[in-house]
Protein backbone atom coordinates (compact mmCIF):
# COMPACT_ATOMS: atom_id res chain seq x y z
CA UNK A 1 0.00 0.00 0.00
CA UNK A 2 1.29 3.50 -0.87
CA UNK A 3 -0.17 5.76 1.87
CA UNK A 4 -0.27 8.59 -0.38
CA UNK A 5 -2.46 7.36 -2.68
CA UNK A 6 -5.30 6.36 0.60
CA UNK A 7 -5.43 9.50 2.17
CA UNK A 8 -4.17 13.23 1.24
CA UNK A 9 -5.63 16.75 1.28
CA UNK A 10 -7.55 18.53 -1.68
CA UNK A 11 -8.81 21.70 -0.92
CA UNK A 12 -5.66 23.12 0.91
CA UNK A 13 -8.10 25.63 3.06
CA UNK A 14 -5.23 26.02 6.14
CA UNK A 15 -3.59 29.89 5.25
CA UNK A 16 -0.54 29.84 7.89
CA UNK A 17 1.19 26.99 5.85
CA UNK A 18 3.41 26.23 3.45
CA UNK A 19 1.52 24.27 1.29
CA UNK A 20 4.38 23.57 -1.06
CA UNK A 21 5.95 21.88 1.41
CA UNK A 22 3.30 19.40 1.08
CA UNK A 23 3.63 15.66 2.12
CA UNK A 24 1.87 12.73 2.73
CA UNK A 25 4.55 9.45 3.07
CA UNK A 26 4.56 7.98 -0.40
CA UNK A 27 6.47 5.09 0.57
CA UNK A 28 4.94 1.08 0.32
CA UNK A 29 4.02 -0.37 3.61
CA UNK A 30 2.54 -3.54 4.03
CA UNK A 31 -0.41 -1.68 7.22
CA UNK A 32 -0.86 -5.53 8.88
CA UNK A 33 2.91 -5.22 9.86
CA UNK A 34 2.80 -1.72 11.57
CA UNK A 35 2.33 -1.88 15.23
CA UNK A 36 3.49 1.45 16.26
CA UNK A 37 2.91 4.60 15.04
CA UNK A 38 4.85 7.43 15.70
CA UNK A 39 3.27 11.25 14.82
CA UNK A 40 5.52 14.30 14.87
CA UNK A 41 4.72 17.62 14.19
CA UNK A 42 4.76 18.71 10.53
CA UNK A 43 6.06 18.73 7.31
CA UNK A 44 9.75 19.68 7.39
CA UNK A 45 10.39 23.33 5.12
CA UNK A 46 12.08 21.03 2.38
CA UNK A 47 11.06 18.22 1.55
CA UNK A 48 15.07 16.24 1.10
CA UNK A 49 14.44 16.65 5.46
CA UNK A 50 11.59 14.17 5.21
CA UNK A 51 11.62 10.71 6.54
CA UNK A 52 11.53 9.25 3.71
CA UNK A 53 13.26 11.39 1.33
CA UNK A 54 16.89 9.71 2.16
CA UNK A 55 20.29 10.75 1.68
CA UNK A 56 20.36 10.53 5.24
CA UNK A 57 17.62 13.55 5.90
CA UNK A 58 17.30 15.73 8.52
CA UNK A 59 14.25 13.80 9.93
CA UNK A 60 16.23 10.54 9.44
CA UNK A 61 19.31 11.52 11.43
CA UNK A 62 17.51 12.92 14.44
CA UNK A 63 15.09 9.94 14.58
CA UNK A 64 17.65 7.35 13.77
CA UNK A 65 19.30 8.82 16.64
CA UNK A 66 16.31 8.81 18.74
CA UNK A 67 15.97 5.46 19.10
CA UNK A 68 19.65 4.38 19.11
CA UNK A 69 19.07 6.47 22.05
CA UNK A 70 15.92 4.26 22.97
CA UNK A 71 18.13 0.68 22.35
CA UNK A 72 17.53 0.32 19.09
CA UNK A 73 20.22 -1.05 17.02
CA UNK A 74 19.20 1.25 13.42
CA UNK A 75 20.84 2.73 11.42
CA UNK A 76 18.56 4.44 8.97
CA UNK A 77 14.77 4.52 8.57
CA UNK A 78 14.37 0.95 6.80
CA UNK A 79 15.58 -0.04 10.07
CA UNK A 80 13.23 1.65 11.70
CA UNK A 81 10.09 0.37 9.26
CA UNK A 82 10.91 -3.09 9.67
CA UNK A 83 10.44 -3.18 13.71
CA UNK A 84 6.93 -2.61 12.41
CA UNK A 85 7.21 1.43 12.89
CA UNK A 86 5.32 4.39 10.79
CA UNK A 87 6.19 7.71 11.02
CA UNK A 88 4.37 10.58 9.87
CA UNK A 89 3.50 14.34 10.81
CA UNK A 90 -0.20 15.38 12.30
CA UNK A 91 0.11 18.38 10.01
CA UNK A 92 1.26 17.44 6.14
CA UNK A 93 2.49 21.38 5.24
CA UNK A 94 5.78 22.23 6.47
CA UNK A 95 5.20 25.66 9.02
CA UNK A 96 5.37 29.11 8.19
CA UNK A 97 5.98 30.71 11.88
CA UNK A 98 7.28 28.71 15.41
CA UNK A 99 3.79 27.38 15.81
CA UNK A 100 0.93 25.98 14.32
CA UNK A 101 -2.60 27.17 14.53
CA UNK A 102 -5.34 25.32 15.95
CA UNK A 103 -7.39 25.43 13.27
CA UNK A 104 -4.97 23.95 11.12
CA UNK A 105 -4.30 20.97 13.37
CA UNK A 106 -8.15 20.30 13.46
CA UNK A 107 -8.26 19.98 9.80
CA UNK A 108 -5.50 18.17 9.29
CA UNK A 109 -6.13 15.94 11.74
CA UNK A 110 -9.36 14.86 9.28
CA UNK A 111 -6.44 13.78 6.97
CA UNK A 112 -4.34 11.51 10.15
CA UNK A 113 -7.74 10.25 11.30
CA UNK A 114 -7.82 8.77 7.54
CA UNK A 115 -4.47 7.83 7.70
CA UNK A 116 -4.37 5.99 11.23
CA UNK A 117 -7.60 3.96 10.15
CA UNK A 118 -5.21 2.51 7.24
CA UNK A 119 -2.99 0.31 10.27
CA UNK A 120 -5.14 -2.03 11.90
CA UNK A 121 -2.74 -3.72 13.88
CA UNK A 122 -1.39 -0.97 15.58
CA UNK A 123 -0.64 -1.20 19.70
CA UNK A 124 0.66 1.76 20.21
CA UNK A 125 0.70 5.50 19.14
CA UNK A 126 4.07 8.04 19.95
CA UNK A 127 2.85 11.32 20.10
CA UNK A 128 5.36 13.38 19.76
CA UNK A 129 5.53 16.90 20.86
CA UNK A 130 1.98 19.42 21.24
CA UNK A 131 0.48 19.45 17.65
CA UNK A 132 0.58 15.38 17.56
CA UNK A 133 -0.99 15.23 20.87
CA UNK A 134 -3.92 17.84 19.80
CA UNK A 135 -4.06 15.76 16.81
CA UNK A 136 -4.68 12.84 18.61
CA UNK A 137 -7.10 14.56 20.76
CA UNK A 138 -9.21 16.31 17.77
CA UNK A 139 -9.82 12.91 16.46
CA UNK A 140 -10.93 11.33 19.73
CA UNK A 141 -13.79 14.44 20.30
CA UNK A 142 -14.73 13.94 16.96
CA UNK A 143 -15.96 10.52 17.81
CA UNK A 144 -17.17 11.40 21.06
CA UNK A 145 -14.82 9.75 22.82
CA UNK A 146 -12.86 12.76 24.95
CA UNK A 147 -9.70 13.86 25.77
CA UNK A 148 -6.95 11.02 24.93
CA UNK A 149 -4.00 12.93 26.74
CA UNK A 150 -4.85 15.90 29.03
CA UNK A 151 -3.65 19.11 29.20
CA UNK A 152 -0.26 19.95 30.53
CA UNK A 153 3.33 20.42 30.76
CA UNK A 154 4.61 17.30 28.72
CA UNK A 155 6.82 16.16 31.43
CA UNK A 156 4.31 16.46 34.06
CA UNK A 157 1.45 14.10 31.81
CA UNK A 158 4.30 11.59 31.03
CA UNK A 159 3.96 8.35 33.09
CA UNK A 160 0.24 7.39 33.33
CA UNK A 161 -1.56 4.80 31.18
CA UNK A 162 -3.17 6.52 28.29
CA UNK A 163 -5.27 5.27 25.50
CA UNK A 164 -6.71 5.85 22.05
CA UNK A 165 -8.99 3.28 20.84
CA UNK A 166 -7.83 0.67 22.73
CA UNK A 167 -4.14 1.00 22.25
CA UNK A 168 -1.34 2.76 24.19
CA UNK A 169 -0.74 6.50 23.78
CA UNK A 170 2.59 7.99 24.77
CA UNK A 171 2.84 12.20 25.07
CA UNK A 172 6.61 12.86 24.16
CA UNK A 173 8.63 15.77 23.06
CA UNK A 174 9.33 16.40 19.22
CA UNK A 175 11.84 13.82 17.78
CA UNK A 176 12.13 15.21 14.05
CA UNK A 177 14.28 18.72 13.76
CA UNK A 178 17.11 20.22 14.85
CA UNK A 179 16.47 20.84 18.39
CA UNK A 180 16.56 17.70 19.02
CA UNK A 181 20.18 17.89 19.48
CA UNK A 182 19.72 20.81 21.82
CA UNK A 183 17.80 20.07 24.73
CA UNK A 184 19.23 16.97 26.36
CA UNK A 185 16.59 16.72 29.18
CA UNK A 186 13.80 16.15 26.22
CA UNK A 187 16.28 13.89 24.18
CA UNK A 188 17.03 11.50 27.54
CA UNK A 189 12.66 11.76 27.88
CA UNK A 190 12.30 10.45 24.43
CA UNK A 191 14.34 7.85 24.70
CA UNK A 192 12.53 6.59 27.58
CA UNK A 193 9.41 6.65 25.70
CA UNK A 194 10.90 4.74 23.22
CA UNK A 195 11.92 2.24 24.96
CA UNK A 196 8.59 2.13 26.67
CA UNK A 197 6.73 2.18 23.67
CA UNK A 198 9.24 -0.94 21.64
CA UNK A 199 8.76 -2.93 24.79
CA UNK A 200 5.15 -3.02 24.51
CA UNK A 201 5.15 -4.51 21.01
CA UNK A 202 8.24 -6.81 22.07
CA UNK A 203 10.52 -4.95 20.16
CA UNK A 204 12.75 -3.46 23.27
Not at 14 to 35: A, L, M, R, T, W
Amino acid sequence: MQVSKAVGCQEFPCGDVKHDCYIVPDIEVNPVNVSTVMISEAAPASPADYYYAGGDSLFEQTTVQAFRDGGADVSSIQDILKLGVYLTTAVKCGKTDYGVATATVKECSLILEKELALFPNVKVFMLMGDVAIKAVNDIARRAGEGRVIPAGSTYKIRGPEYRFRGRRAFPSYLQAGPSFFIERSKRRMIAEDIASALSIVGKG
